[in-house]
């Protein structure tokens, strides 16, 4: 047998599925083939010459395939580089360059955005306190205002300089409400309040399809409902490139609750639009952040929400804000229609080669020869070889043994 011949057959959907058929073990112990299992594997078995002439078809098939599917792979890594310029270049204010030119500048800039922000903040906080006095019937007490905590600041040194009218700031200044994380719910079958699955965070959105029913009500479940603007960011993950990825609610219809594995984030729309931090989210040096800062247990990585509130943040003025998401709305939208086409086009190549392999162990890719030897003779040479070498085997035992 021609080992180029088995190993194209090993890759056809015919041993595949027989070879998982095969497997043993279960989801936490992990899936295995034994020796003895595979023995039993049947194999399409073809005349020596014609495995010959179907591996020397196959690797002229494949070596045009291999060459179109390396193309379409270099196409995808460049538009992911692409994606990651545009956003660079969004979120620095290279983007809208020619915009502000032409604007002139704002009425209101990034830095008085941050104080408006931050005196709502500051409002809020002392409201929560004012409530938690009255709930414990006491009088505020002396000096507690000046008890607010101050937002961390971002640090400034390693940030490349903004456009005028922008600023620096960080998530923890930009948030009136603090983060939180949702509630850890059992799943209930058909029945109970609707909370998402983590797998509802998908390329910067949030699939409100993607959610199961838990045990609790809609009335405890509803301290954890989502809204339109919401930014659900990812606890933890298998995987370093996803944990602390984040996904835009938008176009809440009902009720649906998000879960522990996700930490809520919400900004005022009157400052910083919601989608403007989720593109930012997006940018490479919010992803560095949180990888740099991502902690590993028992496989899964990890985030907090202290490693959130310190991710930097630049803020353009409204205008330039709602300029930017218009223009990376246009950009991003075409760059995903080229990605699905590629992703057809790599579908499509994997079917491909599938029906090639299933051509060639069918008979159907090369012309068949009568005057090959049989496969049925080739089986039966090696049985003889086999039987030969079984009883070779056992002669040089019994020498061994003889006293």
Do not use: C
């Not at 043993?24 to 049947?42: A, I, W, Y």
């Not at 179109?68 to 310029?85: C, F, P, T, W």
């Not at 879960?259 to 009157?270: A, C, F, K």
Request: no cysteine; hydrophobic share 40%; glycine share 6%.
């Amino acid at each position: 047998m021609d080992a180029r011949y088995l190993e194209a057959f090993l890759q056809s959907d015919e041993a595949q599925f027989a070879i998982d058929r095969m497997k043993t073990g279960g989801s936490e112990s992990g899936l295995n083939l034994t020796h003895d299992r595979f023995k039993r594997l049947e194999v399409r078995f073809a005349p020596i010459a014609e495995q010959v002439r179907i591996v020397v078809k196959l690797e002229e098939l494949f070596s045009d395939l291999d060459a179109a599917v390396a193309e379409l792979k270099a196409a995808q890594r460049k538009l992911a580089q692409y994606r990651q310029s545009l956003l660079k270049a969004a979120v620095e204010g290279a983007l809208t360059a020619d915009w502000r030119t032409a604007h002139g500048e704002p009425k209101e800039t990034g830095a008085d955005l941050l104080q408006r922000i931050l005196r709502e903040r500051r409002v809020r906080w002392e409201a929560k306190q004012l409530a938690k006095f009255a709930e414990q019937g006491k009088a505020p007490s002396k000096g507690w205002q000046a008890k607010y905590p101050e937002p961390v600041a971002p640090d400034t040194r390693d940030l490349p300089a903004l456009p005028q009218g922008w600023v620096w700031t960080t998530v923890d200044q930009l948030s009136p409400d603090d983060l939180a994380n949702g509630k850890s719910v059992p799943t209930s079958g058909t029945s109970g309040a609707k909370v998402l699955r983590l797998t509802a965070v998908r390329h910067g959105r949030i699939d409100l399809g993607e959610w199961k029913h838990g045990a609790w009500s809609d009335a405890e479940a509803k301290p954890f409902a989502v809204v339109n603007g919401d930014l659900l960011i990812v606890r933890g993950n298998g995987s370093l490139t996803l944990v602390g990825r984040a996904g835009l609610v938008e176009n809440v219809l009902e009720q649906v609750a998000y879960p522990d594995t996700l930490i809520r984030l919400r900004t005022l729309e009157q400052v910083i639009h919601s989608k403007w931090l989720a593109f930012v989210w997006d940018a490479q040096r919010t992803r560095t952040h949180l990888e740099i800062r991502a902690r590993t247990s028992a496989g899964i990585y990890k985030i907090s929400q202290p490693d959130i509130v310190s991710v930097a943040v630049p803020v353009p003025p409204l205008a330039e804000q709602t300029e930017i998401i218009e223009q990376l709305d246009i950009a991003l939208a075409a760059a995903k229609e080229q990605e699905a086409a590629i992703a057809r086009s790599l579908q499509q190549a994997a079917a491909q080669r599938r029906n090639i392999l299933k051509a060639a162990f069918a008979g159907q890719l090369v012309p068949q020869d009568p005057d090959d030897e049989p496969a049925s003779a080739l089986l039966a040479r090696i049985r003889v070889e086999r039987m030969a070498d079984v009883e070779a085997k056992s002669r040089r035992v019994r020498r061994k043994n003889a006293p």
